[in-house]
């Protein structure tokens, strides 16, 4: 699976625009890029993924770039709830066993402030 | 409530002892995984359990194992407890084996394991 690479932390306004980049430089054709996060403690969330096409659901949306080497996750409108770190994951479409699991990175502290 | 039952919630043993954890997966998934996070290694895959079968093995210590039921539930049994395995202990669940369905994997609340 490819690595990916994102910011430690980054701090956003309530009410604004949450815009978490990630880096995936060696992503391959058939990899899919998934968000995940974990508030403090409880399970890991899953926000969305894609393959190449933009994504938009309830939750966020999931911006990749035309050559797919990077892919960023909007929260239109943060509240103070979506503090978390936020987990940019890749992983193969047709993988094969132990490709079958998710791999976490250190993710992005994200914290929305008042 | 995400649907994926852990319990119990928390559980203090002392090293040398041995703990099972329970994971009750989400209505309709076949699919369970175990991952540990410990302060210091993040989220860490243990072992993926498919339709009772064992799928893939992660970085799971000997004196850990786990196993999954007719019934699609599963437990994790850790044994000759040590210090190092105090951690949180999550269980997640997905309908297919490879977690691509819609709402990927389903994590559980987590079972926060204390050795003393």
């Known amino acids: 699976d490819a690595k990916t690479t994102q910011p430690t932390s980054m701090d956003c306004a309530e009410g604004r625009a949450a815009n978490l980049p990630c880096n995936h430089s060696t992503i391959s054709g058939n990899e899919y890029v998934y968000w995940y996060r974990q508030i403090h403690s409880q399970g890991p969330q899953y926000i969305i993924h894609g393959l190449k096409n933009n994504e938009t659901n309830e939750m966020a949306s999931l911006i990749i770039t035309e050559d797919r080497k990077s892919s960023t996750l909007i929260l239109p409108h943060a509240t103070l709830r979506d503090t978390a770190v936020y987990y940019c994951i890749v992983r193969g479409r047709n993988s094969g066993g132990s490709n079958y699991k998710l791999t976490f990175g250190k993710g992005t502290l994200l914290t929305v402030n008042p | 409530d995400s649907g994926v039952t852990q319990t119990p919630k928390h559980l203090i043993t002392a090293t040398g002892q041995r703990v099972t954890l329970r994971c009750s997966p989400r209505?309709?998934?076949?699919?369970v995984y175990w991952y540990q996070q410990s302060l210091d290694q993040g989220l860490q895959f243990l072992i993926q359990y498919y339709n009772g079968e064992e799928r893939a093995k992660g970085n799971i210590l000997e004196r850990f194992s786990a196993q999954q039921f007719p019934d699609l539930h599963s437990e994790l049994n850790l044994s000759s407890l040590e210090l190092g395995d105090s951690a949180l202990y999550f269980c997640a669940s997905s309908v297919d084996p490879e977690g691509r369905g819609l709402y990927g994997y389903t994590f559980g609340s987590g079972t926060r394991l204390t050795v003393v």
């Open positions: 209505s309709g998934d076949l699919s």
